[in-house]
């Protein structure tokens, strides 16, 4: 422990004095490189420091020190105002034997796994020089005004590492500071704890007292606020015949254009859809439900995106005020009056196609009455009826009657 302790006072304080004797060779003049993209990026910048001192950088990977080589784990901390973390942007470069990818990620936590994180290859990395990277990292939500941590590492293994460029002027970035690990991420410290510690910083926006010596990585972290999907609109039939089986457009669209998910209650005490998804925004989702007793519905439906942040309630009023087959009770007849085209009778039932009928419905104690318009249907065990054809060829008729069983919606 005391060699370690040894070691990592060592490393701490001189480390950035050290590094200066290797220099890439484009730099060597210049003391400061401010940030200057020469891409595009449509995200808002949340946290940067950009500020990088010549020669002023800590290693990535297998390092080489005077009689020494250890291998280096690299972290920034920072505190994110915004909702959603997009990408990152660090000030690197490489050595000319490094193949191996280097690893980007996020914690919160410097001794805990990865939140998310992304390989960007050696090859999209300058050798011997610095350059801005863009690491795309998938978008991950985050707390606003918590602690995280850029991790960046490497292969263990020979002639294998990246080098950070930075600066020692703890005024460059007041929200967070460099760490350093080199037990493999088992323990890290920075320039104001020159002892290894598992913890990480509590502070959260809130610098502590003793940052004289403290270091700052170069970086940029792009972001974006989240808005929830819009109120789903749901669409379907709006008075249907319990027992038959019908289908709902359940459709939202999400301002970021994140995936979505949708919560749907059919309001009849049957279980739940439960966050059926992801699906594309703008995309519809169709869910067929039966309704197996008349009465009157509410369909609700919520959408979520991807970020778990959810709308408000759409609802759709439907009524199912007649059943399906036909009534055993003694009082159960249904009687019909209206206009209808495309009438065939078969055996005791018709069918026909509603252009207006109105029915009425007696079933035990129980009384429905509504009017069909523009529906394939079917009279189920006609007792008696009435015809007045008015078209030609049956195209359009008359029916007054009554059946003793039920209308079918074909």
């Not at 320039?191 to 700052?216: L, Q, Y």
């Amino acid at each position: 422990m005391k060699k370690t302790k040894k070691i990592l006072n060592i490393i701490i304080a001189t480390l950035f004095i050290f590094s200066s004797s290797i220099v890439f060779a484009q730099h060597q003049t210049q003391q400061n490189m401010l940030y200057e993209p020469d891409f595009v990026i449509f995200d808002e910048i949340d946290q940067s420091q950009t500020t990088y001192v010549e020669g002023k950088f800590i290693p990535v990977g297998q390092f080489p020190l005077p009689n020494l080589t250890i291998n280096f784990l690299c972290a920034q901390s920072i505190v994110p105002t915004l909702e959603i973390l997009t990408q990152v942007e660090l000030y690197i470069g490489k050595n000319g034997t490094t193949t191996y990818p280097l690893t980007v990620a996020i914690r919160d936590n410097l001794t805990q796994p990865n939140m998310v994180e992304v390989d960007v290859p050696a090859v999209q990395i300058p050798t011997e020089a610095f350059a801005w990277v863009v690491c795309n990292l998938p978008d991950y939500p985050v707390s606003p005004g918590t602690t995280y941590y850029i991790v960046c590492y490497t292969e263990n293994t020979t002639d294998n590492w990246y080098v950070w460029g930075g600066n020692t002027d703890r005024t460059s970035y007041p929200y967070g500071c460099a760490w350093v690990s080199i037990n493999d991420g088992g323990s890290w410290t920075n320039d104001s704890t020159n002892e290894a510690c598992s913890s990480t910083e509590t502070w959260c926006g809130n610098p502590p007292v003793n940052r004289a010596n403290e270091s700052d990585m170069c970086f940029v972290t792009y972001g974006r606020g989240n808005v929830a999907p819009e109120i789903p609109q749901i669409t379907g039939t709006l008075n249907g015949k319990a027992g038959n089986e019908y289908d709902y457009t359940f459709v939202t669209t999400d301002s970021d254009d994140d995936a979505v998910y949708y919560w749907v209650d059919w309001g009849d005490g049957c279980p739940a859809v439960e966050w059926n998804g992801p699906h594309p925004s703008g995309n519809p989702l169709i869910l067929t439900h039966t309704y197996e007793n008349k009465g009157d519905y509410v369909i609700s439906c919520k959408a979520k995106d991807i970020f778990e942040e959810e709308s408000d309630w759409g609802t759709l009023e439907i009524s199912m005020p007649y059943a399906v087959g036909k009534t055993d009770s003694i009082l159960g007849w249904t009687f019909i009056r209206g206009l209808v085209g495309n009438l065939k009778k078969i055996g005791n039932d018709l069918y026909f196609r509603t252009i207006r009928l109105h029915y009425l419905e007696l079933t035990g104690m129980e009384i429905g009455m509504g009017v069909l318009r523009l529906k394939r249907c079917r009279v189920n065990d006609l007792g008696y009826d009435r015809q007045l054809v008015i078209g030609p060829l049956g195209s359009l008729t008359w029916i007054v009657g009554f059946c003793h069983g039920g209308i079918t919606e074909l």
